[in-house]
């Protein structure tokens, strides 16, 4: 075993933005390739990003929501007094706005004295919904890349923005440095061709595309939007398509920037240069202050210089969808990856309780205005309850102005403040035991909008208004269906480039960072499921409780997956987790086993700091969803692949045999009795069983990740490098 000094140095030091390298020199690049280039600082000199690399980037803005409460006490406790640069973060109050609770309205204000005290810009609780913000106030803006402490962040790629999602204490440490780590996923091409049927949403689209390539086809991918039924796909429905490549998948999902955009913009800056007046303009009246984003300098600026892929660019797969084979899909009950078309359902008649038009998936004004359409002189369903949220105060007053929302009101719908509330699961107007809802939303995971036992379906606006009026999943009555394609002619293609084995990994070996455990020990715990996302690891409910402690989260961990789980974990540990470790000793603790897009889902981290609170150092799974991954790097908690070892526990203790089945009579978590080792300098993973030794290999980690291993995590590795700036 070698082991090298620490030499994986964070610096603070101001630089700008990389230099391109000259281009007689330079690789083929995707079009999200290029603006992270544009991005990333401290490249070596002519260094090329393409998809893989590990990056530092110093993005436009990053936003945080109510979660900014603990990122000001990450802040905070890394010893950092100063934000970097005041006008890179943005502060938008929008998931628990119907809180009306003291302690709520105390942490509500707070966040807002902080924004003051450092000049961050700040939007109060009703303002609306963070990504809505961004977009309607220009942080999120073609040619840039702008990041979000949340998972939905991918919608800014609607207006050709790199959007993608950090988690919190990568927030701590862009407001303390600039800066943050990134690495670049995979990119991936989705290629629509044709024109979408009359009465067919770019929502039909998402979420066909979701049950479709339903394989983990653009897992942590970067999706790039193209092909020649683009331009017919309103920025409106290109928002919401890229907002929901989060529940595909993908880490970013990106359209291109091109005149349907540009037109779009200018007909907002020309609704921002006459803003205050209400006579026609007059050259004697001086204009208007320019907005600091939206405005015409900035527009010019990209139409001046476009910004596209290379014709060579590199992409791991290419699907191909033709958008005039398409009829209206709902997804669900309770998963995205299943998507039936609108006619198959309707035959069933399935009777709801509720339903949404909320979300910033399909809560703009054009989505209102659909649903207004629909329910014209029409009253909402006995029985049914129909919630509305505005995705912002602006969209709000737009919807109002058109007569709209007054449309919606008379047909029985409740308001809601605009923000996320059923979305997220709070505040009124959740599914309870045994109800079914239909949502515009983007998400139905199992207990997402409420009760564990209610069905959640997910479709366009307009098909969530006729539900609400018939009290069934309907579609609307000015839907001709008979001059839709066959529900079941859709043409697709999916195509992939060669990758690697992952036997390969046998022949990897790292050298050792001093501190970092050349060996991880423990117990195997198998969770024989796939796609177990973070509000099955980390209930929903708690995520917004900011005094919970370690020692709290721990007691709770996998509560919506497996409530036996803390206990069970608690039992097998030989020592207390939080049991200090001599230098050379392995680190011992459960070894959890998970199957493929562990953590998929929302980006609160607690998910990762319960599992490791409880007693589990590292996870090995199939794959892993990347925010979730994010996490637990940044805060010390190991993730290796293994898709071999899941494999053979698969077959040996999972239901039939088959992944995603849950265990043998019900098992949520299985205990084999196995016993592993897995060695950090050469990623050979051993395990001792009943029926004799087996042997698996994993990519070890590198130093980077030790690094913050030893910190204890990325909060801990920004205030080393503080710390070493004032020394």
């Known amino acids: 075993m070698h082991r090298i000094s620490r030499r994986w140095r964070l610096t603070v030091t101001s630089r700008g933005l990389a230099t391109l390298a000259p281009d007689s020199k330079r690789l083929p690049q995707t079009y999200i390739e290029k603006i992270v280039q544009k991005y990333a600082v401290d490249l070596p000199q002519g260094k090329t990003v393409r998809a893989g690399d590990y990056v530092m980037i110093r993005p436009e803005h990053v936003m945080s929501h109510d979660n900014t409460g603990p990122i000001i006490s990450k802040f905070k406790s890394i010893g950092a007094t100063s934000i970097h640069n005041p006008k890179q973060p943005v502060f938008t109050l929008d998931h628990d706005v119907q809180n009306k609770s003291d302690k709520n309205l105390k942490k509500y204000a707070s ?52 959007g993608t999602p950090i988690v919190r204490t990568d927030g701590a440490a862009l407001w303390a440095t600039g800066k943050t780590w990134w690495q670049v996923p995979r990119m991936v091409k989705v290629e629509l061709k044709g024109r979408l049927p009359k009465g067919v949403t770019g929502k039909d689209v998402i979420v066909a595309l979701c049950g479709t390539f339903n394989q983990d086809e653009v897992l942590n991918a970067a999706i790039e939007f193209v092909g020649d039924g683009i331009p017919s796909l309103g920025v409106d429905e290109r928002l919401a398509i890229a907002n929901m490549t989060t529940e595909w998948g993908a880490l970013a999902g990106v359209f291109p920037v091109d005149p349907t955009l540009l037109k779009w913009y200018d007909g907002i800056i020309q609704k921002l240069e006459t803003r205050t007046f209400n006579i ?118 737009e919807s109002e102005r058109r007569g709209d929302w007054d449309t919606l009101v008379a047909a029985g719908a409740k308001v809601l403040p605009a923000g996320c509330g059923p979305c997220i699961g709070l505040g009124t107007g959740l599914l309870e035991e045994g109800e079914t809802g239909i949502s515009a939303t983007n ?106 402690t370690l020692e709290q989260q721990a007691k709770v961990v996998m509560e919506n997956y497996d409530p036996t789980f803390a206990a069970t974990v608690a039992q097998l540990l030989p020592v207390p987790a939080s049991a200090p470790r001599a230098a050379g000793e392995p680190k011992l603790g459960a070894v959890l086993v998970a199957g493929y897009n562990f953590g998929t889902g929302s980006s ?12 589990v150092p590292i996870v090995l799974a199939g794959s892993f969803g990347d925010i979730f991954k994010r996490n637990a790097i940044n805060n010390g908690l190991v993730c290796m692949e293994c898709p071999e070892l899941v494999s053979d526990l698969t077959e040996m203790y999972a239901k039939g045999g088959q992944r995603g089945q849950g265990g043998k009579d019900g098992k949520l978590t299985v205990e084999p009795q196995w016993n592993v080792k897995v060695s950090m300098t050469d990623g050979t993973v051993s395990v001792e069983t009943p029926e004799g ?15 913050l291993w030893i910190c204890g995590g990325l909060e801990g590795y920004v205030l080393r490098s503080i710390r070493s700036q004032t020394q």
């Open 280 to 397: 026609p303009m007059s050259l004697s009246i001086p204009a208007p202050p320019e907005h600091p984003r939206l405005n015409r300098r900035r527009l010019k600026s990209i139409q001046n210089s476009p910004i596209s892929s290379d014709p060579d660019a590199y992409y791991s797969a290419h699907l191909t969808f033709d958008l005039s084979t398409l009829v209206p899909h709902v997804s669900g009950p309770n998963s995205v990856k299943v998507s039936t078309p609108l006619p198959v359902l309707e035959e069933k008649k399935i009777p709801i309780q509720k339903a949404y038009l909320v979300s910033c998936t399909n809560s703009r004004a054009s989505d209102l205005a659909a649903a207004a359409e629909v329910m014209k002189g029409q009253f909402v369903a006995p029985g049914v309850e129909f919630y509305v949220a505005a995705a912002s105060s602006n969209v709000q007053a």
């Open 111 to 162: 966040i807002e004295v902080f924004a003051r005290e450092h000049g961050v810009d700040f939007y109060p609780a009703g303002r609306g919904i963070g990504h809505q913000i961004l977009v309607e106030e220009g942080y999120a803006f073609p040619h840039t890349m702008t990041v979000a402490s949340d998972s939905h962040s991918n919608m800014y790629g609607g207006v050709g923005c790199v």
């Open 693 to 707: 030794p087996r042997t698996y290999h994993v990519k070890p980690v590198g130093a980077s990740v030790q690094d």
């Open 604 to 615: 609160r981290e607690q998910a990762a700091t319960a599992l490791k609170s409880a007693g």
């Open 443 to 548: 998400r139905n995971y199992k207990g997402r909008m409420g009760h564990p036992k209610a069905q959640a379906y997910l479709a366009s606006p307009a098909v969530v208004a006729a539900s609400a009026i018939k009290g069934y999943i309907a579609s609307p009555e000015s839907l001709d269906q008979a001059a839709l394609p066959a529900y079941d002619g859709l043409k697709v293609s999916y195509s992939a480039a060669p990758t690697s084995s992952a036997s390969s990994a046998a022949d990897e070996t790292v050298e050792l960072i001093e501190g970092f455990p050349s060996v991880f020990s423990g117990p195997l715990l198998f969770a024989p499921q796939d796609n177990l996302n973070t509000d099955g690891i980390y209930p929903g409910k708690y995520t917004y409780q900011d005094d919970m």
